[in-house]
């Protein structure tokens, strides 16, 4: 597409519930990137791919957060036994090498 | 890591003024960019300018690497140029990763 694609766009959840966060990037872009906004904050790096592997996974809270990134394209940030605090906009970008990144509209989670 | 600040954090100006957004980083990047967040939460890509100047339309950006500063200028402001705008850096000896600053609040009074 023409731009980066994030599913769903809001997202309400019990707490202790399992989500998934999906996004599809640009296509060809083979950087992409997992960021969460918490209300009125700047953005928090959680978790960089090249390609499918994650080379830094080093912004993941804890280890309730995974993701994975399938055929260098489509990838999915899941989040176990969610929490109020995890409550946040999630926003994935993508870029191709060195370049600008293109962010997404972000999936708005709300946990209650 | 990197460390990014913006200034001013807060800006209100009347429709018609211009305005300059700063942003000092604390290390040598290869990246830089300008977003703006809308109201509706969206990030828009301004500029990518590790360094030098770029200009695009009523907007235009200057990075000068070698003394850390980057400087988002907006001339003539339109209600429409409201939200937030972020400088983003990824430092040559950190990780991947873009790096934000807490961002600048722009509100222009029609």
């Known amino acids: 597409g023409a731009g980066v694609s994030q599913s769903p766009s809001n997202k309400v959840t019990e707490k202790g519930k399992d989500v998934e966060l999906r996004c599809d990037p640009i296509s060809g872009h083979t950087a992409l990137y997992w960021y969460r906004q918490s209300l009125g904050q700047g953005l928090e790096f959680l978790i960089y791919?090249?390609?499918?592997?994650?080379?830094?996974k080093s912004g993941l809270p804890s280890d309730r957060f995974s993701a994975e990134r399938t055929g260098g394209s489509v990838s999915t940030l899941t989040i176990q036994r969610t929490q109020q605090e995890d409550s946040a906009v999630y926003l994935c970008?993508?870029?191709?090498?060195?370049?600008?990144?293109?962010f997404g509209p972000g999936t708005r989670l709300t946990v209650t | 890591g990197i460390q990014v600040e913006q200034s001013p954090p807060d800006l209100i100006l009347q429709e018609g003024a211009n305005s300059t957004l700063r942003c000092n980083f604390s290390?040598?990047?290869?990246?830089l960019q300008w977003f703006h967040q809308n109201p509706w939460g969206q990030l828009i890509n301004l500029f990518y300018i590790p360094s030098g100047t770029k200009q695009n339309g009523r907007l235009s950006a200057t990075t000068v690497a070698t003394e850390r500063y980057s400087l988002l200028y907006i001339s003539s402001s339109q209600t429409t140029d409201s939200g937030v705008y972020f400088c983003a850096v990824r430092s040559n000896f950190g990780n991947e990763n873009l790096t934000f600053g807490t961002g600048t609040r722009l509100t222009i009074i029609p």
């Open positions: 970008a993508s870029s191709r090498g060195l370049a600008g990144e293109y």
């Open positions: 791919f090249q390609g499918n592997s994650a080379p830094d």
């Open positions: 290390d040598s990047v290869n990246n």
